[in-house]
């Protein structure tokens, strides 16, 4: 069994912590970006599946991917950000993936929100992770 030492377990809670937020934050920059391209094509899927006023919903979702996302990956109000996301998470997943249903894709955005929730409870990370931050103070 794998086991870490406990200057191992500190260099994960300082720079892995660091890094999961990052690699957590990019996931929505560059989903962004993606839909940046081709904003049409978003605004056609939106408008498939009901979402009203589809055309400037997908600009909002455009802002929303990039800005939080980006804050996220620089560890700033990373609370703000994750609970932004979190709720655009749950909603894509109830508008995307129910009818028909995706269990990967399902499963997948839990796991997002389970993350997203972790960032909202610990902060950005870094050094004393393993104290429960004063996130409230971003």
């Excluded at 191992?8 to 990052?22: F, M, N, P, S």
């Excluded at 055309?55 to 980006?70: D, N, R």
């Excluded at 249903?101 to 909202?120: P, Q, R, S």
């Amino acid at each position: 069994m794998f086991m870490l030492s406990s200057g191992q377990r500190d260099l994960v809670r300082d720079k892995g912590t660091i890094l999961g937020r990052a690699l957590i934050g990019l996931m929505f920059v560059v989903s962004g970006i993606g839909m940046l391209t081709n904003p049409g094509m978003s605004a056609d899927y939106f408008m498939a599946v009901g979402i009203p006023f589809a055309g400037l919903v997908v600009w909002l979702v455009i802002a929303l991917k990039i800005v939080a996302g980006g804050a996220i990956v620089i560890g700033k109000r990373v609370g703000a950000a994750a609970a932004g996301l979190i709720v655009f998470t749950a909603l894509a997943t109830l508008l995307g993936h129910l009818n028909p249903f995706d269990m990967n894709g399902v499963l997948k955005n839990l796991a997002v929100i389970g993350g997203l929730l972790y960032l909202m409870a610990y902060g950005p990370g870094g050094t004393n992770t393993h104290k429960l931050a004063d996130v409230s103070a971003e």
